[in-house]
């Protein structure tokens, strides 16, 4: 018998060192070739490492939420035959270990935004939460827990942000029936603390969204606008095309009209390099478009919007989303975005004041639309109405421009069928 030493690979793009998000194995189970070991978080997306042989994992090389080298070694598997790692070297994971022969060919990765994080799991202590809230948890989580009678509200997780694993459920059944709170109440006290480890794709968002404030120089400017004629534009297509097309949300509109400012105002249209201190325009239009996964916010990208239609936009939107929230979109597919498109649908509230999504210079957030009265030449209306509360970089975007930026989208979505004049 002999040992494998898998070391982390070099994923590309000059990365030096990667996040250890979660074990798929543990020591003594048996692998397969091919079989996912372990997944490591880039600073864009999820990476499975696989493993190139068959074998008995004897040692694993870090903890979930390491930081660890390009390079050093992540597990030793025990293998039939020499293996790679030379007589002299067998030792304990926590020794050196001697460097492996090369490789017949690159051991292959491939890539993913999100995965399940698996830190040690925590004896199970019963979760009162709101009915009405909804916990954590992937759609295979949801329906065992439907399927084993289980209230997942009640279930503590024990992945990222609260996250709830099939391996809660299975801690939840084994400590039996909750004991209700003592009296009965749900004034009762209580003195129950859970520590949540920020690491995988919440600390890489913390990490985003603080180097975000910090370097650029974010100004917020809000500005109402009716959307009455767009509405009706967006209600009629799909009364017409809906059932041969897709359905379209507000979103594809928002895009368009994007992409018809932003022809006269491509400052809003770049990326800042801060270091190099180089602004670089593009006259490509990728739009990053905010999005709610499991795991925490990802920004998957429309690629090349000026040459979309509405329907185009809506189901690439549609399909991007899917992706991101079933953790199945790939790096490309949430990087290199130019300007980025946000919004909390219904609860978008009155006003927001939206993270610039370095190294952009301009976010375009969308809260949501209300009815109410408004006075149109000395008549009082009920009108659909909605604000749009963007921000910019001040390092590089003057108030005045973003003002009639965003001066510049009113006009557009306020008068749709200039939307399609070109």
Known sequence: MGTHVIKMPDIGEGIAEVELAAWHVKVGDLVTEDQVLADVMTDKAMVDIPSPVHGRVIALG??????????????????????????????????????????????PVTQK????????????????????????????????????GIQLRLVQGSGPAGRVLHEDLEAYLAQGPSTPAKGGSGYAERHDEQQIPVIGMRRKIAQRMQEATQRAAHFSYVEEIDVTALEEL????????????????????????????????????????????????????????????????MVPVVRHAEARSLWDSAAEISRLATAARNGKASRDELSGSTITLTSLGALGGIVSTPVLNLPEVAIVGVNRIVERPVVIKGQVVIRKMMNLSSSFDHRVVDGMDAAQFIQALRGLLEQPATLFVD
Do not use: W
């Open 234 to 297: 967006r209600v009629h297509l799909n009364e017409k095309h809906g059932a041969s097309r897709g359905k379209l949300t507000l979103l594809p509109f928002l895009m368009r009209a994007l992409v018809v400012a932003l022809r006269d105002f491509p400052q809003m249209n770049a990326r800042y390099d801060d270091e190099a201190q180089v602004i670089t325009r593009s006259g490509a239009v990728h739009i990053g478009v905010a999005t709610q996964s499991d795991v925490g916010l």
């Open 62 to 107: 870090g903890e979930p939420g390491e930081v660890m080298a390009v390079g050093s070694e992540l597990i030793r598997i025990e293998v039939e035959g020499a293996g790679n790692l030379k007589e002299s070297a067998q030792a304990p994971a926590a020794a050196p270990a001697a460097e492996p022969a090369p490789p017949k060919a690159p051991e």
């Open 113 to 148: 935004p999100v995965a399940a994080q698996c830190p040690a799991r925590q004896p199970q202590t019963p979760v009162a939460r709101d009915p009405e809230e909804r916990p954590l948890a992937s759609p295979a989580v949801r329906k065992h827990a439907l399927d084993l």
